[in-house]
């Protein structure tokens, strides 16, 4: 089985996806890939040297130098996003095959922007994760994300309600972390997925 996690920015993906972890779920953490991805793929770093001037530092990407070129959001910037996409989806197929072949039984997939693409197509369900705006604010405010940032990854992303629309669970993360347990706790047995 495997299920995705999707939400908006700020909303306790990431504990979600360590909850399920306590079930036996091996999880597939696209931002750690793509951190990795930042210090030994040389086309994307090639990419971002030539397209982003300062952003390669001692061979590896800088992070906090390339999210000032994510504010242009331009041609070179979506570029570069379908080169980091792509080696994702490599990283993604080899995680699910290798996952596969020992017969894992849950899969979960912690993947930013898994609809808009067209990751959830390895799934077999979604699950939407939700806070109430005060709690999403603090966790923002708590990541440094600004106002304007935050506008822009909101426009590059579908909306909110069509991210529910498209879930087949939906956990909310506002009450407690004990709460949120629970929560995945009655997924994977609705599922029968204790492994």
């Known amino acids: 089985m495997i299920i995705s ?3 908006g920015i700020g909303v306790g993906k990431s504990f979600v996806a360590n909850c399920f972890q306590e079930f036996g779920a091996v999880v597939f953490d696209a931002d750690s890939v793509v951190h ?3 210090k030994v793929d040389k086309s994307i770093i090639s990419y971002a040297e030539k397209n982003f001037p300062g952003v390669v530092v001692n061979g590896e990407i800088d992070r906090t ?3 000032k070129y994510f504010l242009a959001y331009d ?3 979506k570029q570069f996003q379908s080169l980091v996409h792509s080696a994702v989806l490599r990283e993604l197929e080899f995680f699910i095959a290798k996952e596969k072949k020992i017969d894992r039984k849950l ?3 912690d993947v930013p922007l898994l609809l808009e693409t067209k990751f959830y197509l390895y799934c077999d369900l979604i699950v939407f994760v939700h806070a109430d705006s005060v709690v999403q604010a603090q966790r923002l405010n708590e990541r440094n994300i600004d106002k304007e940032k935050l506008n822009l990854i909101s426009d590059v992303q579908l ?3 069509e991210k529910r ?3 087949d ?3 909310d993360t506002s009450v407690s972390k004990e709460y949120v347990f629970s929560q995945v706790k009655d997924i994977v047995d609705s599922l029968n997925l204790n492994t």
């Open 169 to 171: 669970f939906i956990i």
């Open 36 to 38: 990795q991805l930042y």
């Open 75 to 77: 041609e070179n910037w």
């Open 65 to 67: 130098v390339l999210s």
């Open 5 to 7: 996690l999707t939400g």
């Open 159 to 161: 909306s909110i309600e």
């Open 107 to 109: 899969l979960v997939l």
């Open 165 to 167: 629309k498209m879930s």
